[in-house]
């Protein structure tokens, strides 16, 4: 619409002004960036953590503010336990634990300064209650601080064995001086004869003799129903303990060893118990030498099927506690559950202790269809044959090689 009489005014245009900023009393302050203001304050507790955690480790390492420490010769002899994968800190923890140190930090300051530490074998220590850090260090380096080694071979059994004027110690004898230490200027020992006293009288169950193995020993004569359950290994006998500890612990670390071979299922597929697998496991052992192992298992399982006695000589030597490959001929006419010229099948226990190889080669017997077997080389290799007439032809060998 048109204003020709002017009776209408139109209103100028308005236009928007910058506004301009307060100033003085009534001016409102900027509104800070909150989360730039988080990251800040994070970034700080950071920095406060791990400058905390350098100080405190830089405090650790030197020494600042000093740390509890014994002085003196200390007071009594205690034995310390190193076990397997144990760090220095372990140690040095341990030690205070048994009144070794004050406190870990005086082992582990002393200990920085001898690598030896670092190289500190699994077992048993003589140490003393009280003493510094570093002599604490300098004892646990020490070997004639080490005590409570025990090793045992394969072969070896319960008893020892005399030939002339030499003894081979058995199992019970090198546990007995294993066990030996010299604790406040006495020596303590576990005996023999106690040794031998609950092997023969004590709970076969509360020992920790397997259950696939409890049946057959308890059967036995007391003296020989342990024999075979202690494998070829290095032990660690605690000095001090008493004879049923020891057997307990022993037993407990040789049957974690069986089972790591595969004990008892090992036996699944022979036909025979996991006892008797054993059983002839420790004949292969005494009779050949490793390399003929599954060959003399082929052996025993031949004659088991036939049936037809075994004839080992180490059978009827066992209870003789002769080493002889040979016997005597008077000693083969002698009746006895071990003589297996005058008894059909199986010995009642194993005859000595067995390795892995022996325990694997009775149970994997190779194939082949012998009959006999005669050491005919000076190294112990045997000869095998399937007809008596081959068998004497190996003897004759076995004689002109002097092989016995």
Same mark, same amino acid.
């Given at each position: 619409?048109?204003?020709?009489?002017?009776?209408?005014?139109?209103?100028?245009?308005?236009?928007?002004?910058?506004?301009?900023?307060?100033?003085?009393?009534?001016?409102?302050?900027?509104?800070?960036?909150?989360?730039?203001?988080?990251?800040?304050?994070?970034?700080?507790?950071?920095?406060?953590?791990?400058?905390?955690?350098?100080?405190?480790?830089?405090?650790?390492?030197?020494?600042?503010?000093?740390?509890?420490?014994? =002085?003196?010769?200390?007071?009594? !002899? &205690?034995? /310390?336990? #190193? +076990?397997?994968?144990?760090?220095? $800190?372990?140690? *040095?923890?341990?030690?205070?634990?048994?009144?070794?140190?004050?406190?870990?930090?005086?082992?582990?300051?002393?200990?920085?300064?001898?690598?030896?530490?670092?190289?500190?074998?699994?077992?048993?220590?003589?140490?003393?209650?009280?003493?510094?850090?570093?002599?604490?260090?300098?004892?646990?380096?020490?070997?004639?601080?080490?005590?409570?080694?025990?090793?045992?071979?394969?072969?070896?059994?319960?008893?020892?064995?005399?030939?002339?004027?030499?003894?081979?110690?058995?199992?019970?004898?090198?546990?007995?001086?294993?066990?030996? =230490?010299?604790?406040?200027?006495? !020596? &303590?020992? /576990?005996? #023999? +004869?106690?040794?031998?006293?609950? $092997?023969?009288? *004590?709970?076969?169950?509360?020992?920790?003799?397997?259950?696939?193995?409890?049946?057959?020993?308890?059967?036995?004569?007391?003296?020989?129903?342990?024999?075979?359950?202690?494998?070829?290994?290095?032990?660690?006998?605690?000095?001090?303990?008493?004879?049923?500890?020891?057997?307990?612990?022993?037993?407990?670390?040789?049957?974690?060893?069986?089972?790591?071979?595969?004990?008892?299922?090992?036996?699944?597929?022979?036909?025979?118990?996991?006892?008797?697998?054993?059983?002839?496991?420790?004949?292969?052992?005494?009779?050949?030498?490793?390399?003929?192992?599954?060959?003399?298992?082929?052996?025993?399982?031949?004659?088991?099927?036939?049936?037809?006695?075994?004839?080992?000589?180490?059978?009827?030597?066992?209870?003789?506690?002769?080493?002889?490959?040979?016997?005597?001929?008077?000693?083969?006419?002698?009746?006895?559950?071990?003589?297996?010229?005058?008894?059909?099948?199986?010995?009642?226990?194993?005859?000595?202790?067995?390795?892995?190889?022996?325990?694997?080669?009775?149970?994997?017997?190779?194939?082949?269809?012998?009959?006999?077997?005669?050491?005919?080389?000076?190294?112990?290799?045997?000869?095998?044959?399937?007809?008596?007439?081959?068998?004497?032809?190996?003897?004759?060998?076995?004689?002109?090689?002097?092989?016995?």
């Amino acid at each position: 619409m048109t204003d020709d009489l002017g009776l209408f005014e139109e209103e100028p245009e308005r236009r928007e002004r910058p506004r301009k900023p307060r100033t003085g009393a009534t001016a409102r302050p900027a509104k800070p960036d909150r989360r730039r203001l988080k990251l800040i304050v994070v970034g700080l507790v950071v920095l406060l953590i791990l400058g905390g955690g350098a100080w405190y480790g830089y405090r650790f390492i030197s020494d600042i503010g000093g740390y509890d420490d014994f =002085a003196g010769a200390g007071e009594t !002899d &205690v034995v /310390v336990e #190193v +076990e397997g994968g144990d760090s220095t $800190a372990n140690i *040095a923890t341990r030690l205070k634990d048994t009144g070794v140190v004050a406190s870990s930090k005086a082992f582990l300051s002393a200990a920085a300064t001898d690598a030896r530490v670092r190289s500190v074998q699994p077992g048993y220590y003589v140490m003393r209650t009280k003493i510094s850090g570093a002599d604490a260090v300098a004892r646990i380096v020490d070997p004639a601080s080490r005590v409570g080694n025990l090793q045992i071979r394969a072969g070896t059994q319960l008893d020892d064995i005399v030939n002339g004027e030499t003894t081979t110690p058995g199992v019970l004898s090198l546990i007995a001086k294993a066990s030996c =230490a010299k604790l406040n200027g006495q !020596d &303590v020992c /576990v005996s #023999v +004869e106690d040794l031998r006293q609950v $092997a023969q009288t *004590a709970d076969l169950a509360a020992l920790g003799v397997p259950d696939w193995a409890a049946v057959d020993a308890a059967r036995a004569e007391p003296k020989h129903r342990l024999e075979g359950l202690v494998m070829p290994d290095v032990y660690e006998v605690k000095p001090g303990t008493s004879a049923e500890e020891v057997w307990k612990k022993l037993l407990a670390d040789s049957v974690a060893r069986l089972q790591s071979i595969g004990m008892p299922g090992l036996a699944d597929s022979t036909g025979f118990t996991p006892y008797q697998v054993l059983v002839m496991a420790s004949l292969v052992q005494r009779e050949a030498i490793k390399p003929d192992f599954a060959k003399v298992s082929r052996v025993t399982y031949n004659r088991l099927a036939l049936p037809m006695n075994l004839q080992y000589d180490s059978t009827v030597n066992y209870v003789l506690d002769r080493p002889d490959i040979r016997t005597r001929s008077e000693d083969r006419a002698k009746a006895g559950p071990y003589n297996t010229y005058a008894s059909p099948g199986l010995p009642p226990t194993p005859i000595a202790a067995v390795s892995r190889e022996a325990l694997e080669a009775a149970a994997k017997p190779a194939e082949g269809s012998w009959l006999y077997f005669v050491r005919c080389q000076k190294d112990g290799t045997s000869c095998f044959a399937d007809t008596l007439p081959e068998h004497n032809a190996n003897i004759k060998l076995a004689d002109e090689n002097d092989a016995y």
